[in-house]
């Protein structure tokens, strides 16, 4: 079999049951991270329809998702002003209650394709109004989620001179869970910071019942935070492809400090980011992050026999995959095969022996060779085709078989302290099988 | 490639309660901006074509129109070969085919899966951006068929010219045109039919097949759940078209009346007397006197031996009432199996019903139902009114439910067990029954302690 070599071309002429999501897709769920936004999706309404049902599914929660119904006729003769001015006050119209507080525009293949002057719509919306531009030709859900981030900060934050000592802001990238921006919150929040994250889905489809759910986003972060959001003294990007949205905050703000962490799993990257925080606050950590870092330390040495002794694949977004690659190998596991969604450069970095760009049917090549697959929901499926009995931990969208996704934690030292432990879990059931 | 004329003409069916009373060029589906839900054309053209699983269905356009939306549906499939219906093929153009054409990687991609997979046949599907920059599918297509002696069918249903419905339809045009007539059968039956619109969602038909084999009807082609490319071929030689809970397809069998004098009939699965009803439409719509009796022997059997099992279900159930918030049939349906296992359905919702359901929730629920046309708002009132004890809707009525503390089914979940047919009520049944002993419903409404007063 010719190894596949990472790089920004594709290998094949098509995909057979892909990973690779699209753009649009990452963009209206960074919407969905926004207090009172209204996601609108600039594109036939099927692009928007695929996507509610997608994340209903994933989270089983209802989804706040709009579309602006683009047919055939508008295609052509439209320039997308109709199109978008006729949703927002037909959207508005039929919903008096809805009281949308920003309207979060992503445009799709279609309407990039014929090219719509999305931007200059602004002046004829009422209400703040953010555009982005996501055409599911090129990019990912990764990129998608982070162009998002950046067209919020590049259009709605206030330039500025001056930083509150204490003001941190997080940009988490977008296969983080809800839990896990909430964790990073509340560790940033025990050194004393004023925490803010964008986009932060840690109220939004985190799993919480009340009323009225899925008619706006009800992200923990609002657009007048975000107008405020050059005063942090610090911005930490978590994931590489946050980095673009670190930068366009550095425009607003010379002042502000930047950190970036391609990821936030392992005792190595924690110990830098506590490390920073305790020098930014000049205090010592609270009792509970000290008391969690020594449980990892206990994890890595009660998990890595089995993992250390274990061969395995993982799939999904780069940032995904560069986190769970570190923490496994930091306690001695073999990462034989990364298959990545698309292409970052921070792929590059990784040490191991496969790397690309690729789909599914790649992946059933390499799946005798290893002993536990990290991937999505689609991959049960497959593994159940195969002979050997091969490990499976489910990451990654979309995942509609298990419950509770919203919830599943990865990161800092208690999440990597639980990945190892499921983990080395699942090996031993295979193990004992065999 | 698809034209106005087309859309126009599939808008406008004469056949569909939806279009039939309505001025000249007003149809079915007229999209407003930022009001359409749902899913599109090609949504709709891939649910209806999706089910062959004896051919691959290629996806021809960028990343959100397959990637999200493979391995969704439980369309089971009995094929014993590689069964595509579970896999996703997609071209997944990038910049490069938006600007210079995409009929180059469509191509290779052909040759790619028949190198591969070597399937029956390839569907490929367009999509808003490869139909808008005028990629030549039909051509492509066409030579690629001739290259491998495969069908190679081009569906044109690209997103932005409607609804799921019309996708349904131009999926139904495709098939027409391309496989309909294309090969005899290899013996036939005065008992031949074609199922048009059951995709054997959670194996829907495998509830009610066994009982067609038992009476001597045969399926000789499914559109198509189950169903096989070289079986469609030989549709044009079945005694009747019977249109299973789907209005969408109605054009093509109004289309296969005119060409190939096949007769049609509309019924539905769900519940003991509708899947009585429709069997007996069927064997009286093929005509022959011994296989309508040997249906009635057979149904007597059955219902009989249905109605033993049903008996603890009906004593549990026996003064439960019921309220219905779902869309489409599903109003009628759902309503008329409960009615079966001896709920009252006090109310359910025609928000997003045709005018035909309307008829048929109307007639089922009797005087006394009320048909919900703001459910939203109405079903709370109602459940008090009525002192309803269950709730079956989508998720988004949940809190209706724990705060009226009664019981509820998500309808709209994805189900992973059939409904449908006689087997299909002892499931919906056996689902009721933990539903009405749950007690969670009622445990969960209990207020935060720093809510007691």
Sequence with gaps: ?434 | MVNRAKIKELMNESACSHSKNKAKGDGCDKVKPGLAAGGCAFDGAQISLFPYADAVHLVHGPQTCLGASWETRETLSSYSGCNHTAMGFTTGITMNDVIFGGDKRLGDSLDYIVEHYAPEAIFVYSTCVTAMVGDDIDMTTSLASKKHDIPIIPVHAPGFVGGKNLGSRLAGEAVLEHLIGTKEPSYSTPYDINLIGDYNVTGDMWQYLPIFEEIGIRVLSSLSGDGRVSRIRTAHRAKLNVIVCAKSLITLCRKMQEQYDIPWISVSFYGKRDTSNAIMEIVKALGDETLIAKAREVLARQEEALEARLLPYKKLFAGKKAVLNTGGNKAWSIASSLQDLGIEVVATSIRKSTADDIEKAKEYLGEGGVLMKAPASEQAKIIDETGADILLAGGRSLYTAIKKKISFIDVNQEKKISYGGYEGLLNLAQDLKYAFANPVFKNVSAKAPWEVA
């Design chain 1, 1 to 434: 079999m010719e190894a596949i070599k990472l790089s920004k071309h594709e290998h094949k002429p098509l995909q057979i049951n892909p990973i690779k999501l699209s753009q649009p897709m990452g963009a209206a769920l960074a919407f969905m991270g926004v207090q009172n936004c209204l996601p609108l999706m600039h594109g036939s309404q099927g692009c928007a329809s695929y996507t509610k049902v997608f994340y209903t599914r994933h989270f089983n929660e209802p989804i706040a998702m709009y579309n602006t119904s683009v047919s055939d006729i508008t295609a052509v003769l439209d320039g997308g002003d109709y199109s978008i001015l006729m949703a927002i006050e037909n959207i508005t119209q039929k919903n008096p209650t809805l009281n949308p507080e920003l309207i979060g525009l992503c445009s799709t293949g279609l309407t990039e394709t014929k090219g719509d002057d999305i931007k200059s719509m602004a002046k004829d919306v009422e209400l703040p109004y953010c555009f982005v531009h996501t055409s599911d030709y090129e990019g990912g859900l990764e990129s998608g989620w982070a162009l998002t981030a950046k067209a919020l900060i590049e259009q709605h934050t206030k330039e500025v001179t001056e930083c509150r000592a204490n003001k941190i802001v997080l940009l988490p990238h977008v296969s983080m869970q809800p839990i896990e921006v909430e964790k990073i919150k509340d560790l940033c929040a025990g050194f004393g910071c004023e925490v803010l994250a964008l986009p932060d889905l840690s109220t939004s489809l985190d799993g919480y019942l009340s009323q009225g759910q899925g008619k706006l986003g009800a992200g923990a972060i609002g657009i007048t935070d975000i107008e405020n959001l050059a005063t942090s003294a610090c911005v930490v990007s978590i994931g590489a492809s946050m980095q673009i949205a670190a930068k366009a905050l550095l425009a607003k703000n010379e002042k502000i400090e930047h950190l970036h962490f391609d990821h936030l799993m392992g005792l190595d990257t924690n110990d830098k980011f506590v490390s920073f925080l305790m020098q930014m606050r000049q205090i010592d950590p609270p009792p509970f992050i000290k008391r969690w870092r020594g449980r990892l330390q206990d994890a890595m040495l009660d998990t890595h026999f089995l993992i250390g002794s274990s061969h395995f694949m993982v799939m999904g977004e780069p940032d995904m995959c560069v986190g769970i690659c570190a923490l496994l190998q930091s306690v001695g596991g073999s990462v034989d095969v990364v298959i990545s969604t698309v292409y970052s450069p921070v792929l590059e970095s990784l040490d191991v022996a496969n790397k690309f760009v690729g789909d599914l049917e790649d992946a059933q090549k390499y799946f005798k060779d290893v002993d536990l697959v990290i991937g999505n929901f689609h991959v049960e499926r497959l593994l159940h085709q195969e002979e050997k009995e091969i490990a499976l931990v489910l990451r990654g969208f979309p995942n509609y078989e298990e419950l509770g996704n919203a919830l599943k934690n990865d990161q800092l030292y208690e999440g990597s302290t639980y990945v190892l432990f499921e983990v080395a879990n699942k090996l031993r059931e295979i193990r004992h099988h065999s």
